[in-house]
């Protein structure tokens, strides 16, 4: 279920993604890829920054924190926004998304502080800055007495990024990280526009143990909408417009979301394995127009994430699903 609790605590109240123009991520001298340097646990107390600057969060707090932090903790789903901006945690909430990303790799040498934060976790890190990012807003009073801490808002993509890298000044850095994430979109919908597939509609369903979703814009489907240009089906319009960024459906009902083409994201649990072989073997599956064209794709749950690193990692995932290496 950490998948789930990943949905929730990163959607929070469904609030909009921003479309992948109005994004952003990246070191400044690094493209899309590049490893993130370590503001690691072992930075001397010489190095931790002693200027400061004055900024008004997500929740309208005005927090005075350092200009050039050293050590950040990140609290929140979504630890590729900072290794996307070329910064390495010394804390994050490593326990709210385990081995579910598929950055997993970038995690190592980051200490899990817990979801909800241990304080004491937090506390044994000695941070100068903690970066917010969860929709309960109680776990914000206990973090800012141990040190300066910002609440980011609960939009998704490259718009949650941005704002994280005005906190850091890294906003070179994110400006960067979009100019290689857009030529890797370019590259990805010349690819598509030769196979066809420019204008169709696409569908992302996620399986989870016995319970099936449909998603609105968020994870995958930001990437496939927002970047890719592929429609929404109407149905799953009409989510979007409502600010349902997922909602739970029945296999009855799950033909009226489906679109030209399917993305069927699963983990490896035994539960949803046995879920996805009755729902494939199904007449009902088997009637889908997208499934009777050839047009299903079967994922891992990992790329149903939206922050930076995991949307460029994707764009390489999905032209090899659509007949590039590359």
Same mark, same amino acid.
């Not at 990943?6 to 609030?15: H, L, T």
């Not at 992948?20 to 690691?40: D, F």
């Not at 010349?190 to 016995?210: C, D, H, I, Y």
């Given at each position: ?61 005005? @927090? ?8 950040? @903790? ?7 926004? $900072?290794?996307?901006?070329?910064? *390495? ?55 800012? *007495? ?21 906190? $850091? ?96 994201? *699963? ?11 009755? $729902? ?5 599956? *088997? ?40």
């Amino acid at each position: 279920m950490l998948l789930l609790t990943v949905i929730a605590s990163a959607c929070g109240k469904n609030a909009n993604e921003g479309a992948s123009s109005t994004e952003s991520a990246a070191p400044a001298a690094a493209s899309v890829g590049t490893s993130a340097q370590s503001a690691s646990p072992e930075a001397s107390a010489s190095s931790t920054a002693t200027s400061t600057k004055k900024i008004t969060d997500a929740k309208g707090r005005e @927090v005075e924190i350092p200009t050039d932090p050293k050590r950040v @903790v990140y609290v929140g789903s979504d630890p590729g926004d $900072l290794l996307a901006l070329g910064v *390495k945690p010394i804390g994050a909430s490593l326990s709210v998304i385990g081995s579910q990303v598929a950055y997993g790799d970038r995690l190592q040498g980051i200490a899990d502080v817990g979801y909800p934060a241990n304080l004491e976790k937090v506390t044994a890190q000695n941070p100068d800055l903690i970066i917010f990012n969860d929709w309960d807003d109680q776990g914000l009073a206990p973090l800012e *007495k141990i040190a300066p801490t910002v609440a980011i808002s609960e939009n998704g993509g490259f718009v949650r990024m941005r704002e994280i890298a005005g906190v $850091l000044g890294k906003e070179t850095a994110a400006d960067d990280y979009i100019a290689a994430y857009d030529a890797k979109v370019k590259q990805t919908k010349e690819l598509l526009a030769q196979q066809g597939k420019q204008g169709r509609s696409a569908t992302v369903l996620l399986m989870m143990g016995k319970v099936l979703y449909v998603m609105g814009h968020q994870g995958l489907s930001v990437s496939l909408y927002d970047a890719l240009g592929y429609v929404p089906p109407a149905k799953v319009q009409a989510l979007i417009d409502g600010d349902e960024r997922f909602a739970e459906i029945s296999v009855e009902v799950m033909s009226d979301y489906i679109g030209d083409e399917l993305y069927i994201l *699963k983990d490896e649990e035994d539960e949803t394995k046995a879920q996805a072989e009755a $729902l494939f073997t199904s007449s009902l599956w *088997k009637s889908l127009p997208a499934v009777k064209n050839g047009q299903v794709h079967t994922m891992d749950s990992q790329w149903n994430f939206d922050d930076p690193v995991t949307r460029t990692m994707l764009l390489d995932e999905l032209q090899g699903l659509n007949g590039s290496a590359g």
